[in-house]
């Protein structure tokens, strides 16, 4: 995407900036696989690298732009603070805007990451709490499986302030969005108990591990419906793995992580908070002199860093649109290929995917066999690493904890309670796959389990 009039391209020469803009305007043929090839040469050769959902990845041509926004911040520094900075976040911002359908660009802030979104939403709670806005005891309702540093930013912020937390424990393996729903119901009904209110719910968009892509836009119905004060979606696989509308899922805050499916370079992300007379009460937790601005303002700048990686954003809609259908269509293909992979592993293994495939967004979960003994988490953890170590295979390993006697998912040998969370990205190939399949195989053969991988 070109800049507006105002804002600069960093890439531009010196004399001719539009040189560059009617050569763009000129391509037509969409990126080869030769070239995504060189985009991605700067991974780590022979490793499988199917676990993009942890840490993202980022195209060399993104690595490049970010150079060049450092070095024009440390050839002229104060320069560049006074005249150029904010303006171009503000554009960052605006094309996100259009991403996610919001309404204004005041509605967006760009933050480092997900982690940093939940402790700015929940150090608002905690300050309700604390102040007597909100009653002790009121209710923050989360599902069990949410990322552990917002469970942390909770106990930080909203138990030593006199709130409750009520946990809502979601099946897995899970069969529709029904049983979803259903137990979600059940912990707003708990969290109303004794005349209590439901201050908080806090839904995950896609749960991390495991992976599962939740009916985020029924479970925010189910609040307005119910009552619920405020609703907090962390996002922080979404975008540029599942279809984000922030108007459509109708959230007050809404946060997604930019370096884990949209190639920036770690970490940015964005957070949506929808108009509202709570918006001036909202604050980043690193106070700088912009404090009392509004929260996209005070997030623009918190002190001296490098925003570099919020500045590549334009950068990064461009690379997108390299291919056909744009992010669209990577997210597509995609989430077409991983499926396709993990039912060609389940088949292979003699398991079965974790989630049906409408509920799978560019991750699938996927029964290890049983035989391995996936018995703990360290177990998972163990495994994980033998996996790289001795195979060249990155994978996350999932330990599903039997809950009050289930029996669970079962294969020919015993109960399935170890997982693989295989990711695809545009870089992936049929041969990471294989490894991947190859090595579980050869592990069965051999006679191993996660106990004898221990003792190595």
């Known amino acids: ?22 050569s763009k305007k000129l391509k037509l043929s969409f990126i080869t696989e030769s070239e995504i090839r060189e985009e991605f040469a700067h991974h780590q050769s022979g490793i499988a690298r199917i ?9 060399a041509s993104i690595i490049a732009a970010q150079k060049i926004w450092q070095l024009r911040f440390l050839r002229q520094p104060d320069d560049f603070f006074f005249n150029h900075l904010q303006r171009q976040i503000l554009h960052s911002r605006t094309i996100i805007k259009d991403l996610i359908n919001a309404d204004h660009v005041d509605e967006v802030s760009i933050v480092d990451n997900a982690t940093t979104a939940a402790a700015i939403v929940l150090q608002h709670v905690g300050w309700a709490f604390a102040e007597g806005r909100f009653q002790k005891g009121d209710a ?24 409750s937390v009520i946990v809502v424990h979601l ?10 729903i259903a137990e979600f119901r059940k912990g707003l009904a708990r969290g109303r108990a004794n005349g209590k209110k439901v201050r908080l719910a806090i839904i995950d968009h896609i749960t991390s591990m495991p992976c599962v892509v939740i009916p985020a836009r029924e479970l925010v119905n189910i609040c307005r419906e119910e009552g619920v004060e405020r609703v907090f979606v962390d996002a922080a696989h979404a975008i540029g793995s599942v279809h984000v509308d922030v108007k459509d899922i109708g959230a007050d805050f809404y946060v997604s992580n930019l370096h884990k499916w ?7 992300a964005f957070l949506y908070c929808r108009k509202s007379p709570v918006s001036p009460d909202l604050h980043h937790p690193v106070v ?5 601005n509004g929260l996209a303002i005070e997030s623009a700048w918190i002190g001296t860093r490098d925003y570099s990686s919020q500045l590549v954003i334009p950068e990064v809609l461009e690379f997108t649109n390299r291919f056909e259908g744009g992010l669209e269509g990577i997210r597509k293909r995609n989430h077409e290929k991983v499926v396709e992979m993990g039912q060609m592993l389940a088949k292979a293994w003699g398991t079965n995917l974790g989630s049906p495939p409408e509920m799978c967004p560019s ?38 904890v039997p809950i009050d006697g289930e029996i669970g998912a079962m294969d020919g040998d015993g109960c399935v309670t170890g997982y693989v969370r295989i990711s695809h990205q545009v870089y992936n190939t049929l041969d990471d796959y294989i490894k991947l399949r190859d090595a579980i195989t050869q592990l069965l053969q051999d006679g191993a389990t996660c106990k004898m991988l221990q003792t190595e």
């Open 171 to 180: 099946p897995f393996p899970v069969n529709s969005n029904e049983e979803i």
């Open 51 to 59: 676990n993009n959902g942890s840490f993202g990845s980022c195209p």
């Open 288 to 292: 700088s002199h912009e404090y009392g």
């Open 1 to 22: 995407m070109d800049p507006p009039p105002g804002v600069e391209d960093p890439r531009a020469p010196a004399v001719n900036g539009d040189s560059n803009h009617v």
């Open 363 to 400: 991750m699938v979960m996927i029964g290890l066999p049983s035989r391995l003994g996936v018995l703990c988490d360290d177990d998972a953890l163990n495994l994980r690493s033998h996996l790289r170590d001795h195979f060249g295979v990155e994978v996350p390993i999932h330990f599903q």
């Open 262 to 268: 949209f190639f920036c370079p770690p970490s940015v």
């Open 140 to 163: 923050v309702v989360m599902l069990h499986c949410a990322f552990q540093a917002v469970k942390k930013s909770i106990e930080a912020y909203v138990t030593r302030a006199g709130g």
